[in-house]
């Protein structure tokens, strides 16, 4: 029997949550052929933003990674509305991560690390991706991580 992306999520601890609604004007997800890209995802967990300031100043670096984490769990939340199953995901082709830093903290890719780490304990090699993790001054609010993730998906619609 096949264990799918959402029993694999599980066995590590984490659930995937209902994919969250846009806090602006734009979509959450949106597919283009067979390229599923994210909008932005903040660490929420229901309507909380779990983790809030500047990483290196009010968070620590820990703490960072966790959000992270968290945000990838909802772009996966996202993915799998637009497309029904994660199982539909071929690769994750990128992932983008935002963290807002203080001054002097350079440690964006431990934090960002979190979201790759949990994409690749989800898809395996599938889930090995290209990335950049940069530092912020300010995220929409006051989000400690924004991530986006493009994913490859199959071709059926």
């Given at each position: ?64 990674y966790h959000a992270a984490r968290i945000c990838a769990l909802n772009a ?54 290209t990335r950049i993790a940069v530092g912020a001054n300010e995220l929409p ?17």
């Amino acid at each position: 029997m096949t264990v799918t992306v959402e029993q694999r999520l599980s066995e590590r601890g984490h659930s995937l949550p209902s994919a969250p609604a846009a806090v602006g004007a734009y979509v959450p997800v949106t597919r283009i052929g067979n390229l599923v890209v994210t909008s932005g995802q903040l660490p929420m967990i229901g309507k909380e933003l779990m983790f809030k300031g500047k990483v290196g100043r009010d968070l620590r670096e820990d703490d960072g990674y966790h959000a992270a984490r968290i945000c990838a769990l909802n772009a996966l939340a996202q993915i799998k509305a637009c497309v029904g199953s994660l199982d539909r995901v071929k690769r994750i082709v990128r992932v983008e991560g935002y963290v807002q830093s203080a001054d002097g903290f350079t440690m964006q890719p431990h934090v960002v690390n979190g979201a790759s780490e949990l994409l690749v304990e989800a898809f395996g090699d599938a889930g090995k991706h290209t990335r950049i993790a940069v530092g912020a001054n300010e995220l929409p609010l006051n989000a400690a991580v924004e991530l986006v993730i493009w994913a490859e998906v199959d071709g059926a619609s």
